[in-house]
């Protein structure tokens, strides 16, 4: 056995343990077949192929085989919400306190935060033209960014966004992360779109509703109002997804719950710090909410795929109509 078919049997260990039995040699076959002469390892692509198939197969044999689907949508909502945010970000960057403020800014902008808004723009144009790998690449590329706003404020003096609007940017692209391979030209468009009208409505905006710092004031606005709408979104499309007995929009409901808490951390601090009606709460209470929404998120996601893998599963009680035989 070479190292390729043995690195191969490896990653074959994310399908279930039957389908190996059935039909790994098959599997491990073709791809064996298609390398390169002198390949050693398993290239990228093929590794992230056996992986999301493995995937696939253990979420039909746990009765949820929509969940894929709805990871995809909850892809899309996230990316499109991250690109308009950035979009409506960005052109507020573009507009420091005035120098009699004595504020800090970096340069001609508000903060560092325009290094990474202008990625995830940019991400939204990758993601028009080449749908896919790369578009996820391009995400991963402005979520790195975001997250290494904190350490280069630290390291440069310079102002940065504050974390209540980081965090919700890197949950989105946590599960933008999921973009679909193949979308319709107009949905690739969808992202664009949304940029320039954020964009728009952000310019529209009075500067005098910014402050000496636009993040605060306009943030414990923004965000909430974003996770309202992506709730809303979510939901509307589940219902009538639900009609269809298509079960993928409540998939991606729970998927986006997280997104979703995090973008609404000012409403929900300030309710868990008895100021439910202002968008200033305690940073106490701004951490330990985004601590509680980051753990119980992701922690509904399993909770539902055992109901559903209980659910499928026969009931030991159950007799067959026609012979009055027990299942098995």
Known sequence: ?????????RLLRAYPAGYRRARGAEIVGTYLDLAVPG??????????????????????????PDLMPGIRLAAVLAFLTATSLAAAWS????????????????????????????????????????PGRWARRAVVLAVLLTLALVPAAALTGLPRPPLFVLLPQVGLGLVALGLPDRLPTPLRAVPL????????????????IFGVSYYVPTAGQVLPAAAVALLAVVLLLGAGLA???????????????TPVGLLALHPLAGAGD?????????????????????????TLLPLALA??????RPTEHARCPTCDARRT
Do not use: C, K
């Open 243 to 257: 009609l269809r007995a298509d079960q993928r929009g409540g998939w991606a409901a729970l998927i986006l719950l």
């Open 193 to 208: 779109v949304a940029i320039g009208s954020a964009g728009l409505v952000a310019a529209d905006l009075s500067p005098a």
């Open 91 to 130: 052109v507020l960057e573009l507009r420091p306190a005035p120098a009699d403020f004595d504020v800090p800014t970096a340069g001609p902008f508000v903060s560092l935060g325009i290094g990474a808004w202008i990625a995830w723009l940019l991400a939204a144009v990758v993601h028009a033209l080449s």
């Open 39 to 64: 390949r050693r390892w398993p290239s990228p692509g093929d590794a992230g192929d056996l992986l999301r198939g493995g995937l696939r197969q253990r979420l039909r044999a746990a009765g949820a």
């Open 1 to 9: 056995m070479s190292n390729l078919e043995r690195r191969y049997l």
């Open 274 to 298: 008895g100021l439910p009606d202002t968008y200033n709460p305690g940073w106490a209470a701004l951490a330990a909410t985004a601590v509680a929404v980051v753990l119980v998120g992701p």
């Open 307 to 312: 109901m559903r893998r209980r659910r499928a």
